[in-house]
């Protein structure tokens, strides 16, 4: 077990609603990056928040957002659903805004109906 | 751009058998390799890494060696077992700032009695 916890474990939304999923880091981690991983793929990165900064995005949308709160937990938000919005949302903490040992939660399944 | 390529799955093996898993990667720079590991319901675990040509990462007995000749990072076990028996990413990342790792599409390794 790694010590990041997120939660809901599953949530089930409508299209056009809006998500908040949230994330606690393993203790002393000041970085997280959320993932978002598509059903038989791999994950893609979405962003990853350094001391309640984003320092860095991938290819997602402005409705896909997130927030860094001052113990280093976070959330993702994701507004205007879509169908295609339907996966598993994974964090993962690091000590560290370089650092190559990241640490998986269990991750979020989002259905989006 | 950066990405992973990874033999489809899912490969099916009798305990006690040889496994490889080829991954080749395409990177601008010079990257990490990583092997993470994800079984049933939980998140991702790193397995092993490799951060320059011609390291070999290992652990619990998987074993990959960086080779930038021929852009491969092929995971090995010399035994597996039925607790192997999981999805396996390749992923690479490079030094941006912050830290973002690309996955593979993952392959499914069944391990039978």
């Known amino acids: 077990e790694t010590g990041v916890t997120q939660s809901p474990t599953h949530l089930i939304k409508t299209r056009g609603q809006q998500v908040t999923l949230r994330c606690s880091s393993q203790?002393?981690?000041?970085?997280v990056s959320w993932y978002q991983q598509a059903l038989g793929q791999g994950p893609q990165f979405i962003f990853q928040?350094?001391?309640?900064?984003?320092?860095g995005r991938g290819n997602f949308p402005p409705r896909f957002s997130g927030l860094q709160f001052p113990n280093y937990s976070s959330e993702l938000n994701v507004n205007a659903l879509e169908l295609d919005d339907s996966a598993l949302y994974l964090c993962?903490?690091?000590?560290?805004?370089?650092?190559?040992?990241?640490?998986f939660g269990s991750g979020t399944q989002l259905s989006v109906l | 751009g950066n990405s992973v390529t990874q033999m489809e799955g899912p490969v099916t093996l009798s305990e006690e058998a040889f496994l490889t898993i080829n991954c080749t990667y395409t990177?601008?720079?010079?990257?990490?390799l990583f092997w993470y590991v994800q079984y049933p319901g939980e998140g991702l675990q790193l397995l092993l890494k490799?951060?320059?040509?011609?390291d070999k990462g290992s652990n619990k007995g998987f074993e990959a060696t960086y080779r930038k000749e021929t852009t491969s990072f092929h995971l090995e076990k010399g035994s597996v077992q039925v607790s192997d028996s999981a999805v396996y990413f390749c992923a690479l990342s490079v030094n941006t700032g912050f830290q973002k790792l690309v996955f593979g599409t993952g392959t499914r390794l069944l391990v039978s009695p």
């Open positions: 490799a951060t320059k040509a011609d």
């Open positions: 928040y350094y001391r309640e900064e984003e320092n």
């Open positions: 203790s002393g981690h000041n970085t």
């Open positions: 993962a903490s690091s000590l560290g805004q370089a650092a190559e040992k990241l640490f």
């Open positions: 990177a601008t720079g010079y990257p990490s």
